[in-house]
């Protein structure tokens, strides 16, 4: 045998060792697939923090107005859950006069009350809002003469008249009309303090347990929803 001969019996010999070891396609073998994961190309958005507000509207735009106009109601909560489901349907209170002194401003039962509503933005869980206005087709009527000390040893006089109250209550997503009544003002208690006082007029202002009367049934309601 030939040198030449030796030379490619064994080049053919050790081919054959190669193919008994991968398949011979003539090919190169495609990589195998990796087992480490990929990184996805897209990543999930973190989250904003802190939340964006949510729409909440003012007083004068969730009532119509300081002087009522029923054209100008606005949803005071147009985000938020629709007046329905179980109690308690949590409630934004609203004066709509200067005729309410600090000392005797009504406040709702704290449970109801949106604002007192755990977690962040509390106010974007009200299902009603109460508007209250001052009834000026009423006929007043003097009732007490409210008598201050000036503090130079002169008194000083006020006065104190009846008065009635329109209460409007509206569901805060919608803006729409649920209710409306009205109450006589029975406190006969003149302010415990006043500034300036000479000349002015106060209103007798409604108890306090008339209105959460008047309001429980629509608070506590089980609406369809």
């Known amino acids: 045998m030939t040198g030449s001969q030796r030379k490619a019996r064994l080049l053919a010999m050790i081919a054959g060792t190669l193919c008994g070891l991968t398949a011979?396609?003539?090919?190169?073998d495609p990589p195998r697939a990796s087992t480490t994961p990929t990184p996805s190309?897209?990543?999930?958005?973190?989250?904003?923090?802190?939340?964006?507000?949510?729409?909440?509207?003012t007083d004068e735009e969730a009532c119509g107005g300081s002087t009522y106009n029923p054209r100008a109601v606005r949803p005071y909560n147009?985000?938020?859950p629709a007046y329905a489901g179980g109690p308690i349907h949590l409630t934004a209170f609203f004066v709509m006069h200067p005729y309410d002194s600090r000392e005797q401003e009504y406040e709702l039962p704290g449970e109801w009350q949106s604002q007192l509503h755990p977690g962040m933005y509390p106010e974007q869980y009200t299902q009603l809002v109460v508007c209250e206005y001052f009834d000026d087709d009423y006929s007043t009527k003097k009732v007490e003469t409210c008598t201050y000390d000036t503090g130079t040893g002169d008194k000083t006089t006020a006065e104190l008249r009846s008065a009635r109250f329109i209460y409007r209550v509206f569901e805060a997503k919608t803006a729409k009309q649920v209710?409306?009544?009205?109450?006589?003002g029975r406190v006969n208690s003149c302010p415990a303090v006043a500034y300036a006082p000479t000349g002015r007029t106060y209103y007798q202002l409604v108890l306090d347990e008339e209105i959460t009367a008047k309001l429980r049934p629509l608070v506590m309601a089980r609406r369809p929803g």
Request: a positive charge; aromatic letters at 6%; glycine letters at 10%.
């Open 179 to 184: 209710s409306s009544f009205t109450l006589p």
């Open 24 to 28: 011979c396609t003539g090919q190169p």
């Open 41 to 57: 190309a897209s990543t999930a958005a973190s989250p904003t923090w802190p939340p964006p507000p949510p729409t909440i509207r």
């Open 78 to 80: 147009p985000g938020g």
